[in-house]
């Protein structure tokens, strides 16, 4: 099996600050994580995954880090894809996954990203600036934007005209709400059509009754049961990584949040290892 590149990629400027907080706790409870997963004595299901895991922390100290961050991003999402390995990526804000966007964009074949969002990160509106920023990154990613699909948003002003020019497909919040089957089964042909597939989860998918770790919390959001749902849809050897994004732990609740991405951190080494 190839290996995993569990890269954090703790960068919240231009939008949610805070956000780099949380790149830097999960990287702490997933060093946690694979310490404990050493230190067992007895047979567990994590010695599928244990021996295939790369974990790397890039760090934001000084000038030069932040003057750079893109091409450092870039470089360290390159080499991982590159090598055929599962990419792990965990962000501050959204706008940290962009690095990653920028190396799909220059992969052969069509790859697919299908986002888990309540946004959709293309805004052009008046009171929004034209400057890079976690809310328009999707304009400046560097070459033609892979396939999207937006699962969860609650997007209400942007045009339908408008979000075509981006997005191959969406399904809002309130269309999950009233039946997630037609979203469900969409993703699983797109899926099929791909030569890769690469999930990027911005936290703020969720609704804050389940997720109350965001910056910029939406109503009427997706459940963590629906979105994982919408994983095995998704899922098969051509899902070559995940991204995690805008986990705000100073507005979590006892841990909450925290623990969600943990749990699906392993949830999703255990389904990529053990072939569930």
Same mark, same amino acid.
């Given at each position: 099996?190839?290996?995993? #590149?569990?890269?954090?990629?703790?960068?919240?400027?231009?939008?949610?600050?805070?956000?780099?907080?949380?790149? +830097?706790?999960?990287?702490?409870?997933?060093? /946690?994580?694979?310490?404990?997963?050493?230190?067992? +004595?007895?047979?567990?299901?994590?010695?599928?995954?244990?021996?295939? %895991?790369?974990?790397?922390?890039?760090?934001?100290?000084?000038?030069?880090? &932040? /003057?750079?961050?893109?091409? =450092?991003?870039?470089?360290?999402?390159?080499?991982?894809?590159?090598?055929?390995?599962?990419?792990?990526?965990?962000?501050?804000?959204? *706008?940290?996954?962009?690095?990653?966007?920028?190396? *799909?964009?220059?992969?052969?074949?069509?790859?697919? %990203?299908?986002?888990?969002?309540?946004?959709?990160?293309?805004?052009?509106?008046?009171? @929004?600036?034209?400057?890079? #920023?976690?809310?328009?990154?999707?304009?400046?990613?560097?070459?033609?934007?892979?396939?999207?699909?937006?699962?969860?948003?609650?997007?209400?002003?942007?045009?339908?005209? &408008?979000? /075509?020019?981006?997005?191959?497909?969406?399904?809002?919040? #309130?269309?999950?709400?009233?039946?997630?089957?037609?979203? *469900?089964?969409?993703? =699983?042909?797109?899926?099929?059509?791909?030569?890769?597939?690469?999930?990027?989860?911005?936290?703020? @998918?969720?609704?804050?009754? &389940?997720?109350?770790?965001?910056?910029?919390?939406?109503?009427?959001?997706?459940?963590?049961?629906?979105? *994982?749902?919408?994983?095995?849809?998704?899922? #098969?050897?051509? %899902?070559?990584? %995940?991204?995690?994004?805008?986990?705000?732990?100073? =507005?979590?609740?006892?841990?909450?949040?925290?623990?969600?991405?943990?749990?699906?951190?392993?949830?999703?080494?255990?389904?990529?290892? /053990?072939?569930?």
């Amino acid at each position: 099996m190839a290996k995993t #590149s569990a890269i954090f990629f703790p960068f919240d400027l231009f939008g949610s600050a805070g956000a780099a907080d949380g790149a +830097k706790l999960l990287a702490d409870a997933f060093t /946690e994580m694979l310490d404990d997963n050493r230190r067992e +004595k007895l047979p567990t299901r994590a010695a599928r995954y244990q021996p295939h %895991v790369r974990m790397r922390e890039l760090t934001f100290e000084t000038l030069p880090d &932040y /003057e750079t961050w893109r091409q =450092r991003g870039r470089q360290a999402a390159r080499q991982a894809l590159r090598k055929g390995e599962f990419l792990l990526w965990t962000a501050g804000n959204h *706008l940290g996954v962009l690095p990653v966007y920028d190396e *799909l964009a220059k992969l052969p074949g069509k790859t697919l %990203v299908i986002q888990f969002d309540a946004h959709l990160d293309i805004y052009n509106l008046s009171d @929004c600036t034209a400057e890079l #920023s976690h809310g328009n990154f999707l304009l400046h990613c560097d070459g033609p934007l892979p396939a999207l699909l937006n699962i969860g948003h609650r997007e209400l002003l942007l045009t339908s005209e &408008y979000i /075509e020019r981006y997005y191959q497909w969406t399904c809002s919040a #309130s269309e999950l709400a009233v039946d997630p089957e037609p979203a *469900l089964e969409r993703v =699983r042909k797109a899926c099929t059509a791909a030569d890769r597939v690469f999930l990027d989860l911005d936290c703020d @998918c969720f609704d804050p009754a &389940y997720f109350p770790a965001l910056a910029h919390p939406l109503p009427f959001g997706i459940s963590p049961q629906l979105l *994982l749902r919408f994983v095995a849809a998704a899922w #098969s050897d051509k %899902v070559c990584g %995940v991204a995690f994004s805008e986990f705000d732990p100073g =507005r979590d609740r006892n841990d909450r949040s925290l623990a969600t991405l943990v749990w699906l951190a392993e949830w999703l080494l255990l389904k990529r290892y /053990e072939g569930a």
